[in-house]
Nanobody, 115 residues
């Protein structure tokens, strides 16, 4: 089993920054790929960023150049640095991984961007 706990959400001004964290515990040695996803009000969940255990990353076009995903394997923690935030970034952000034949989700953290 793996437990994922997000933190770092909150309110940010348009153009501001926030950093999200996702701390993993449990069978962390089994984790390779970790992902950030988000669900905006009234919209479907979308993939934001992916990072492998070796550091290979992927970004959705909507966040490319503004968001940076990183990972500290020693701390079993994934991060999402979000810069130049826009109102359309408002969403609940979830971290996600799959291993041991199962999907694991964090509880989500709300990010609100406004003026």
């Amino acid at each position: 089993q793996v437990q994922l706990v997000e933190s770092g959400g909150g309110w940010a001004q348009i153009g501001g920054s926030l950093r999200l964290s996702c701390a993993a515990s449990g069978s962390v040695s089994s984790i390779d790929i970790m992902r950030w996803l988000r669900r905006a009000p009234g919209k479907q969940r979308e993939l934001v960023a992916t990072i492998s255990s070796s550091g290979t990353t992927y970004y959705a076009d909507s966040v490319k150049g503004r968001f940076t995903v990183s990972r500290d394997n020693a701390k079993n923690t994934m991060y999402l640095q979000m810069n130049n935030l826009k109102p359309e970034d408002t969403a609940v952000y979830y971290c996600y991984t799959w291993c041991l034949g199962n999907d694991f989700w964090g509880q989500g953290t709300l990010v609100t961007v406004s003026s």
